[in-house]
């Protein structure tokens, strides 16, 4: 941070307000996906507070089977709490950083990277280990989802429901075959033929694979006897 | 002597004909999916893990070594041919990379990117060699300092991934949660687990790991429709001398970069690639050149990258700790294995422990042969849609999860942790403390709970040890300059972008010259 040498004040009061100006900037960039995830996370490390002091804190002197869960639990209740406050300081401030050269500048990606890279550049022969701040979006890399993909990931969710629901019922062969041809009709939009056929012949090829290398693939209907496999 | 005697002993256990097919096939299999739009090493590793387990302990921790090497190399050839990153790290190769793609020099770009993920690798695993010594001082740590430094280990992970220091204290909350799922290891009380039989031995860790970083990036990737084709031509792949000549240099930097970055638990990756990149650009007598295709902005930074790929080992190899998310996940395969990495595994299985290294050293061969020759057979897989490719992938991916102990349980609980994992992704909650504490989890507790005992319950006992006290001193001193770090950081995001200068160094922004030369790379849509 560069400090302001027009700024009279003393060091402890500008430091005051460059804090209380970081927490404006916090609150006015407060996401509601984030505080809806607060509300959750904090409802959820409720309960578990409460089944972990259940399970007890202690057995006389030594620590029960509850203390650590509730030593954790208490610290999230406490994450999610300054989570729902503050909004984790999730303000979007990655434009310069790499993950905006997936949803930034399409055309020119390399501009991205270059801005990144000057940024780490200029910083870390101030603070040393600046570069870190590109790093800090790698987890976090964000594809933008539209309507359509949306949709995409809303069957991809439901259609799982098939292995769920058929592998051990009627077997890898036909459960696997509908799922992943299902997924590259609707997914993929392959030709009807080419993705049923496609899934067909290459369950057919992994179930005989993994009986060759002594792994047994549920098969109820014994399909692969049947077929001579 | 007797270290490279020790080496020899690894070699022999695992010079044989079939590890030596797992460490191909571990490879190939890495490659393949890490040239997947988007997948790095540790989504890569995660799916794969399954198969590895399939073929019994040695080979099953040769084939994951390979898989960890071909999915950084898959990484690569996504970087180069369509500026898309596998992993973060693999950004600054873009920068160049992309350039020489370009300029149809695809194929020189990713062979400089072999030779020097050849080189880092090979001279970081010297250097591990004699690191390894100091895994029999480990020994002298106590169950206290364990505790300490794994705590020091989990906040250097914390404080140096994700967008905020919060995130990553719930994403590490939440692995120890799910750890903690199951019989308690003292006592025998269910925890957790709902009534549930199936959750009584605790929730699979690879079908966790499976949902949170192959799951979440799929349905990522297929809700943002990541389309990635290439349709240029990549070259030749063979080097003049002079290209070798120019970039010896950079291989000899990003090496001792890459080395020391990796010794730094949680040390960020792409923090090393842009600090090579950094470098060879200040030493270049043409500086200008960078960002235009300039040989030394790939060869630097992968060099960096491979050589901390290799050094992130040490600590997990000497300490038993975990130092990035691909590391847990190598842990969890290892503990998987019946293993516990760390100074006892070089005393009680010492097969395993040198095994495991030459079988570093047999990869990176393997990576070499392979990937100059079969290039054009990844890159025929770029032409294959992307979409089909991910639903090829679910399928196996429900397949990997059934088998991992032939339960459709483990399918579910991959299904869950995927939604959850992509959920926190879009909330930028990083996934790396998740996936640490989630290993780590029952050895923190059972430490905390060992030396309160010993204490008869006083928490007092956590602070009996001097290097423990340093250790807790260490991770205070961490998170106080991840506060005021932040408060500077949110200073200068305060500040206009258009009051920055757009370059400092004064290189012109590539992009800026776009449309003067003829594309000839890929292109990425979303």
Known sequence: MEINTQDKR??????????????????????????????ILLAVSLVLLAMSIHYQLFQGSAPGPGLFPAIVAGILVLLSVLWLITGAGSASKSETTVSSAHNGDREHPERTAVQSLAATDSRSSVG???????????DAEMVSIDEAGARRILFVIGWTAIPL?????????LTITIYVGGLLLVIARTRPWVGLLGALVGAALTEVGADRLGITLPDPLGLLQVFGL | MDVFNELMLGFSHILTFQIILYAVLGCALGMLTGVLPGFGPAAATALLLPVAFLVGPTASIVMIAAIYYGSMYGGTIT???????????????????????????????????AIGSFVGGTISIFAMLFASKFASLALSLTYLDVFAFSLLALSLVVMLTGDSMIKGLVSAALGLFVGMVGLDNFTGVPRFTMGSLSLFDGINFVAVVMGIFGLAEILESIGGQRVADFSGNIGSVLLKWRDIRDTLGSMARGTVIGFFFGLVPGSPAAACSFTSYAVEKRVSKTPERFGRGAIQGVAGPETANNA????????????GIPSSATMAILLGAFVINGLTPGPLLFTQHPEIA????????LSNVILLIMALPLVRMWVSVLKIPTLTLYAITLGFMTVGAYTVDTSIFNVAVMWIAGLIGFALRRLKVPMAPAALTLVLGPMLEGNFRRALSVNHGSF????????????????????????????????????????QPEDPSGT???????????VRGGTYHN
């Open chain 2, 354 to 361: 040198w095994g495991f290294i030459a079988s570093l050293a």
């Open chain 2, 460 to 499: 007092t006992g956590l602070f009996t040890s001097p290097t423990a006290d340093i250790a807790y001193g260490l991770i205070a001193a961490i998170v106080l300059a991840k506060i005021f770090g932040a408060l500077r950081r949110d200073h200068v995001v305060r500040t206009p972008i258009r009051e």
């Open chain 2, 308 to 319: 901390l790929g290799i050094s992130n080992f040490i600590p997990l190899l000497t300490l």
């Open chain 1, 128 to 138: 040393g280990s600046a570069a870190t701040d590109v790093e800090e979006s790698a």
């Open chain 2, 79 to 113: 970087s180069v041919l369509l500026n898309v990153p596998g992993e973060v790290s693999s950004v600054a190769t873009c920068i160049d990379g992309y350039q020489m793609t370009k300029r149809g020099q695809a194929g020189k770009a990713l062979a400089i990117a």
């Open chain 2, 508 to 518: 012109e922004i590539p992009g800026n010259t776009a449309g003067q030369e003829q």
């Open chain 1, 10 to 39: 003393p060091v402890s009061l500008r430091w005051l307000s460059r804090g209380l100006m970081v927490r404006r900037m916090i609150r006015t960039n407060r996401h509601t996906g984030d505080r809806i995830a607060a509300a």
């Open chain 1, 165 to 173: 629901v058929f592998l051990e019922r009627i077997g890898y062969l």
